[in-house]
């Protein structure tokens, strides 16, 4: 039996002014599965990202959540934005707010959920992604690592069925990048379906259940790991790979 869909892009296509940035991508996300998107700079990972989230909007084709297809005109985007959660390179946590208080925040002021519930929620994530001595303490005096893990639990207090990881260890010192990998590992280990942009190939490798590679704003081969990896058979592919292996 084929896993349940949980996202499906059907010739989305998207342009900044005269610059065409996605063309026609097509792509399916299975529950539980793992895509890794890799690609040069400028080939269109972000802006793909940022379109099934509904932060950026395509110009056509079609976004489907869990089967159904979403549009900014009929949808809550709030409410999809909550679902298909997403994670950037830079954390973007709130500095005048300690570790716990920027967990709990989205869940209480935009679910509503009641503050003492949020907070042991909070606090359960905080430990899950191994900040649980860091409730109290403000973004500024916690490592890249850990206010990566910050935003990670930030993005998991909202109870989303898909995450989109933009880069997420590239802003990173290199010493930081492990505990933040793990991180996402735990978190695929459990079953969510993940989405993400990344240059750490043996994450994509270990992780990944699909690679797909990206140029110019098309998909030019998506495949297991193993077979991207070791055997591209575009030509473009074992270019781009050869550039960063
Ligand atoms: N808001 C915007 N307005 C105009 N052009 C944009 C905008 N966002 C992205 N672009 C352009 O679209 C193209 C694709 O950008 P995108 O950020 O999706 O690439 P990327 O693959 O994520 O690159 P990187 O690896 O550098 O993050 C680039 O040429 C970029 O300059
Ligand atoms: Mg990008």
């Known amino acids: 039996m084929a896993n349940k869909e949980m996202v499906r892009v059907e010739k989305l296509n998207k342009a900044f002014g005269e610059l065409h940035v996605l063309k026609n991508v097509d792509l ?10 890799i690609g040069a700079s400028g080939s269109g990972k972000s802006t793909l990202l940022r379109c099934l989230n509904f932060l950026e909007f395509k110009d056509d084709g079609r976004i489907f959540i869990e089967g159904e297809q979403v549009e900014k ?34 869940p209480i002021i935009v679910k509503r959920t009641p503050k003492n ?3 042991e929620e909070g606090k ?13 303490a403000y973004p ?4 890249g690592g850990q206010k990566q893990r910050v935003a990670i639990a930030r993005s998991l207090a909202m109870k989303p069925e898909v995450m989109l990881f933009d ?46 590679y990206m140029h110019d704003g098309k998909i030019v ?20 790979l050869g550039s960063i292996l």
Request: glycine share 6%.
């Open 28 to 37: 399916r996300v299975e529950e539980s599965n793992v895509v890794v998107l």
């Open 167 to 212: 880069e997420p260890t590239s802003a990173l010192d290199p010493e930081l990048v492990g505990e933040v990998l793990t991180t996402m590992k735990e978190l695929a280990d459990e079953g969510m379906t993940m989405v993400v942009v990344t240059h750490e190939m043996g994450f994509a490798r270990e992780v990944g259940d699909w690679v797909m």
């Open 221 to 240: 081969e998506y495949g297991r790991p193993q077979e991207l990896f070791d055997h591209p058979k575009e030509q473009r592919t074992k270019e781009f």
């Open 140 to 143: 500024s005096t916690l490592s």
């Open 117 to 119: 519930n949020a907070i």
């Open 73 to 106: 005109e009929t949808h809550n985007l709030n409410e999809i934005r909550q679902r298909v959660g997403m994670v950037f390179q830079h954390f973007n946590l709130f500095p005048h707010k300690t570790v716990l208080e920027n967990v709990i925040e989205a």
């Open 124 to 136: 359960a994530l905080l430990n899950k992604v191994g900040l649980g001595d860091k409730y109290d």
